[in-house]
């Protein structure tokens, strides 16, 4: 995540002045400025990254577009893409993954404003500069969090890697490459040929 420089910011009374780094609340998130850089508070700690790359954003639209039209076929629930605010109560206030699901007798947690709990499924599309914070970081929050199915689609690599959890832990469910098809224990029909999420280097 890239180095955070945040500026004061002027109220009628006072200058509001940032936390520090673990006493972050969703509060201090809404103050943040809307200068294209997406903020996330995990753990009480402020991540900031830059907007996306356009390999990353092609990706998580062609994913987007298989979740959506499978989920939608089946009528499964709902799929939504970033941004969209996610809280997971005392773990991050918010997160925003990429693409998550959420089934339909789990849609009671679909706020206004935000996701209030765990979605069923979350999906990450690696941009330079994040691939750790989605591997290392979001990979341990989301066990924590007890999501479900958790996808890290790569673009430069043009893989994606399906988690699952065993335990407390994550575990993987496979690795798949370009000549690959992703399988999910969560859709056990599911099929999308990898291919068709990296088309580009095609």
Sequence with gaps: MAALTLP?????TRIYEWP???EWTYEDY???PDDGFRYEIIGGNLHMSPAPSTKHQLASVELTYALVSF???HQLGRVYEAPVDVILPDLANPVQPDILFIAKNRLEIVQEQFIDGAPDLIVEVLSPGNARHDRHTKF???????VKEYWIADPDACTVDVYVPRGNAYVPLGHFALDGVIQSELFPELRIPVKDIFSFEI
């Design 20 to 22: 520090r780094q673990g």
């Design 140 to 146: 341990q929050l989301y066990a924590a969090a007890e």
């Design 8 to 12: 004061e910011t002027e109220t009628k």
């Design 30 to 32: 809404c103050r943040l």
């Design 71 to 73: 989920v939608k076929k």
